[in-house]
């Protein structure tokens, strides 16, 4: 059963959040274990992998210059199309917002459901994160109110706990454990990783719901209008990327459309305008169909090939 979840994680992701959508009070329990679950998530998620090569991936140009991409540039390239096309006030900050928002921290375990490895992913990651509050600063400078700031205690907690003891304990364990004892378990590990990674579409979707409850041709709209944002994110980096090969885009790809929205908001608050929370409530469903997107894509490319 675990093997067949992990096999079609990527249909699972989706379908998770509509059972989300459609029972809020699941969604509201499982999110009140959220913190808990990304603790383990980015735990299980680094022990496969080497610290040594991770912190060698992060301290790289090319890593870092993704992180600027993906928060910096595509907020400013962002703000610059919707101020064009005449949008104003709290939806183009919130726009702004969604796209100076780091990646999930669970990008390595997206990445491993489409069967690439994770290094890559969480170095990216972690550089993003580590840039995302200037770019936050820089969008609530310049369009939200003169008395906008970061919680930037909350922000450097939330590092701590998500990121670096993950990391701490990752490198303890993987030194008492035998590296031939790691290799035959961690495929298991693995495996229930990703029943870890499906609980997020699902405790994410009951701010949807409740804009939809609230008011169906907003929520709607919004979700139309994060769908296109998913896409973009998506689609600018892999095509940014594929001149470094196909393996690379995809990853950049997965890594950029997945967005830690609950970490900007809880740093943000009440600063994101009244638009900011249901936006990123319907960014939910088409960012957790980007996994099934980078898999059909795969499928593809390596059937071309053969």
């Known amino acids: 059963m675990l093997r067949f979840i992990a096999r079609h994680s990527t249909l699972i992701m989706p379908l998770c959040a509509v059972v989300g959508f459609i029972s809020p009070e699941l969604s509201n329990m499982v999110l009140a274990y959220l913190p808990e679950v990304l603790f383990f998530l980015m735990f299980f998620t680094l022990l496969g992998i080497d610290q040594y090569a991770l912190f060698k991936r992060i301290i790289s140009r090319y890593v870092w210059i993704f992180a600027v991409l993906q928060s910096a540039g595509l907020s400013l390239l962002l703000v610059a199309i919707a101020y064009l096309l005449g949008v104003r006030g709290d939806l183009l900050l919130a726009i702004a917002g969604l796209a100076a928002t780091a990646p999930l921290f669970g990008s390595g375990a997206l990445v491993n459901a489409v069967g690439f490895d994770a290094l890559l992913a969480m170095a990216k990651t972690i550089a993003a994160t580590l840039v995302m509050p200037v770019t936050l600063l820089a969008v609530l400078w310049l369009l939200g109110d003169t008395d906008a700031h970061l919680d930037l205690v909350t922000y450097s907690k939330r590092l701590v706990i998500y990121i670096m003891m993950p990391m701490l304990l990752a490198v303890v364990a993987r030194r008492l454990i035998a590296p031939a004892t790691l290799a035959r378990y961690y495929p298991k590990i693995a495996q229930?990783?990703?029943?870890?990674?499906?609980?997020?579409?699902?405790?994410?979707?009951?701010?949807f719901r409740q804009t939809f409850d609230n008011n169906p041709w907003e929520a709607l709209s919004l979700l139309a209008l994060s769908s296109v944002l998913a896409l973009f994110f998506y689609f600018s980096a892999y095509f940014t990327y594929r001149r470094f090969g196909y393996e690379n885009a995809i990853v950049a790809a997965l890594v950029c459309g997945g967005r830690n929205v609950l970490l900007a908001y809880?740093?943000?608050?009440?600063?994101?305008?009244?638009?900011?929370?249901?936006?990123?409530?319907?960014?939910?469903?088409?960012?957790?169909?980007?996994?099934?997107?980078?898999?059909?894509?795969?499928?593809?490319?390596?059937?071309?090939?053969?």
Do not use: D, S, W
């Open 192 to 207: 229930f990783n990703i029943l870890l990674l499906l609980l997020f579409p699902l405790g994410l979707m009951a701010g």
């Open 266 to 306: 809880t740093i943000t608050v009440p600063f994101m305008g009244a638009l900011f929370l249901p936006l990123l409530g319907a960014f939910q469903l088409p960012a957790f169909c980007l996994p099934m997107l980078g898999k059909y894509m795969v499928k593809r490319h390596r059937a071309r090939e053969e």
